[in-house]
């Protein structure tokens, strides 16, 4: 999904108050892992992923592999923090996506 300046914008201002709620370690990124990025994603729909300073992963590689594995977009990567959405396919869940297609 390709997103544009202004729904990229308006993600980073949903994602400024959130915490990263993943933190990839000296394991890097695993299987295990991109099923629970996945899953957190489809209640959440945006979400903070952290690096950790052990891990030799760059941020732009881990973005690689979560929009390939994953299925999702990167709204923003700031040093070794990174702002991942995905539309929710639930429509409980579906509130940014909702908000984000008005734009």
Avoid: W
């Amino acid at each position: 999904m390709n997103l544009t300046g202004k729904q990229k914008r308006f993600l980073r201002s949903k994602a400024h108050h959130l915490n990263p709620i993943f933190q990839i370690g000296k394991g890097g990124v695993n299987d295990a892992m991109l099923v629970q990025i996945g899953e957190a994603l489809e209640k959440r729909e945006l979400i903070k992923v952290s690096l950790l300073q052990n891990t030799d992963e760059e941020a732009s590689d881990v973005a690689a592999v979560l929009e390939e594995k994953v299925g999702c977009s990167i709204a923003q990567i700031i040093g070794r923090i990174l702002v991942v959405y995905k539309p929710s396919s639930k429509e409980k869940n579906q509130a940014i996506s909702n908000e984000l297609a008005k734009l």
